[in-house]
T-cell receptor, first 109, second 116 residues
């Protein structure tokens, strides 16, 4: 079946540090992969997506590459800001959507 | 602007009462979803609907009910049979449901239900 395994948090970084949040998946067929972000007290917003192998999704300085050979979709950002503090969810879509458990990121000045 | 509106944002309920959470979308999306979010557990699917007058149970449907009488509306009722209803509830929609693998989800702002 389909599933997403996401790096557990919480993660605390200093401003301008490099960020990696690991995500691996199990899927039948060729799903699309997503990263969503949730700010406190709000719903989820789409951060980026990739629909096929080797695609790179990017938005607001965040990037993730769809790696079929390693079944991974790791989220990276070269220099985080305090405003990036949020919970990040990796997800895949097949016959329904499957979400990871979320990784809480806190960026301190 | 197009989007998904959930109401109320905060709701308090006494044990034994049913409550209904509203979800309205003006995105003209066919598919709509209800998720429950608990700390450290990510999102769990309660119910989803791919088309008007049709809906399917998700992973944790017990104690919940839904209806889909209009394309834009997908209300969720939390019944007294739900043993631990305190949670954050998220409604979402997508352009495609079922076996599509390209559509993305659009979320509402959520409704926080607390049982007193």
């Amino acid at each position: 079946g389909n599933s997403v395994t996401q790096m557990e948090g919480p993660v605390t970084l200093s401003e301008e540090a490099f960020l990696t949040i690991n995500c691996t998946y199990t899927a039948t067929g060729y799903p699309s992969l997503f990263w969503y972000v949730q700010y406190p007290g709000e719903g989820l917003q789409l951060l980026l997506k990739a629909t096929k192998a080797d695609d790179k999704g990017s938005n607001k300085g965040f990037e993730a590459t769809y790696r079929k050979e390693t079944t991974s979709f790791h989220l990276e950002k070269g220099s985080v800001q305090v405003s990036d503090s949020a919970v990040y969810f990796c997800a895949l879509s097949g016959n329904q959507f499957y979400f990871g458990t979320g990784t809480s990121l806190t960026v301190i000045p | 602007d197009g989007g998904i509106t959930q109401s109320p944002k905060y709701l308090f309920r006494k044990e034994g009462q049913n409550v209904t959470l509203s979800c309205e979308q003006n995105l003209n999306h066919d598919a709509m979803y209800w998720y429950r979010q608990d700390p450290g557990q990510g999102l769990r699917l309660i119910y989803y609907s791919q088309i008007v007058n049709d809906f399917q149970k998700g992973d944790i449907a017990e104690g919940y009910s839904v209806s889909r009488e209009k394309k834009e509306s997908f209300p969720l009722t939390v019944t007294s049979a739900q043993k631990n209803p305190t949670a954050f509830y998220l409604c979402a929609s997508s352009t495609e449901g079922g076996h599509s693998n390209t559509g993305e989800l659009f979320f509402g702002e959520g409704s926080r239900l607390t049982v007193l």
